[in-house]
């Protein structure tokens, strides 16, 4: 089994790239997000855009506001998104200056869009992603792994969906080998089928060597090869344990928003001070930090968190 420590006993920091369809919108409305409980950003874009969200606080209807700027048939799925290995090199380039052990992809986020060739459906990109990533992941020396959200907002977490959609996918990316394997979308999940066909599937995970989260229902946290959060119990993004204790992961991101939103200012994202500020709390409390960037839809990236990380990497290079 992997251990989230290297030879020397040290914590390991990696990287989250939140990048999908979501990336080339872009928007999260500031004063929504400022006042929400839960921290989401633009990669739930399409949601907002399927239940035609008003926002009382900025007082923005999303649906008017798209076809403003879009037109009225426009599809999100035919966004254009194209990715390249030139652009993922640079992402795992930063990654190794900041000194970071592992880099996950997120192969399929909550609008159901994939960055791999699956045979499950047509909502994919054109070029093998999760592939690449793998690939330069390697060429550097950095664990890789995958992000995989088993809920999609315009499907319901029937039997049927699982089998025909999700069971298939899992498979598919278990064939990239990946060290980790990072769910989320699981409080959807409440069919006891459902959580048996999971209650397998981690155990075939499991025994492949591969880690995970604990974003597999609340019935089978136990089950998870590590914790994420801070504590035994599920708890939300951006947590923090009541207590010292090893294996558990923090993850947090450099701006208000998981995928990139334009709508960000400079003051809406942290500095390189806060960011060691925060990953030395997280080591002092025997975790990991993972780290989250949003791209942008052509790969490139947001120079607020560039300017961020540059700033931080100066910080980590100091500390050793």
């Not at 979308?185 to 604990?214: A, C, H, P």
């Not at 090893?246 to 960000?264: A, E, T, V």
């Amino acid at each position: 089994m992997t251990s989230l420590k290297d030879s020397e006993g040290k914590l390991f920091l990696g990287f989250i790239f939140h990048v999908g369809l979501y990336s080339f919108f872009g928007y999260d409305d500031i004063k929504s997000a400022l006042r929400r409980t839960i921290q989401n950003g633009s990669e739930w874009y399409l949601y907002r855009l399927m239940y035609d969200r008003f926002d009382n606080i900025s007082k923005t209807n999303l649906t008017q506001l798209h076809h403003a700027s879009y037109g009225n048939n426009v599809d999100y799925f035919k966004a254009p998104f194209h990715v390249s290995r030139e652009s993922i090199c640079q992402w795992l380039d930063l990654c190794v200056k900041c000194k970071a052990k592992y880099a996950i992809i997120t192969a399929k986020h909550h609008d159901g869009f994939c960055l791999w060739p699956t045979k499950t459906e047509n909502k994919k990109s054109k070029n093998d992603i999760v592939q690449i990533f793998k690939e330069e992941c390697l060429n550097r020396g950095l664990l890789f792994g995958i992000y995989y959200s088993w809920y999609e907002f315009d499907n319901s977490m029937t039997i049927d969906y699982f089998e025909r959609i999700c069971i298939p996918q899992v498979n598919e990316l278990l064939q990239y080998d990946p060290t980790f394997l990072w769910f989320d979308g699981d409080w959807v999940i409440k069919t006891k089928t459902i959580i048996e066909y999971i209650r397998e599937m981690i155990r075939i995970i499991k025994n492949k060597g591969i880690l995970i989260n604990d974003r597999i229902t609340s019935s089978l946290i136990s089950e998870a090869s590590y914790s994420v959060g801070g504590n035994m119990n599920k708890t939300e993004d951006r947590g923090f344990p009541s207590e010292y204790r090893l294996n558990w992961q923090h993850i947090n991101s450099i701006g208000m928003s998981w995928g990139y939103n334009k709508m960000q200012t400079s003051e809406h994202y942290k500095t390189g001070i806060q960011l060691m500020d925060l990953y030395k709390r997280i080591v002092s409390s025997g975790g990991s930090f993972l780290l989250n960037i949003g791209p942008k839809h052509d790969g490139s990236l947001d120079v607020n968190e560039i300017n961020s990380l540059l700033q931080f990497i100066k910080l980590i290079n100091f500390l050793d």
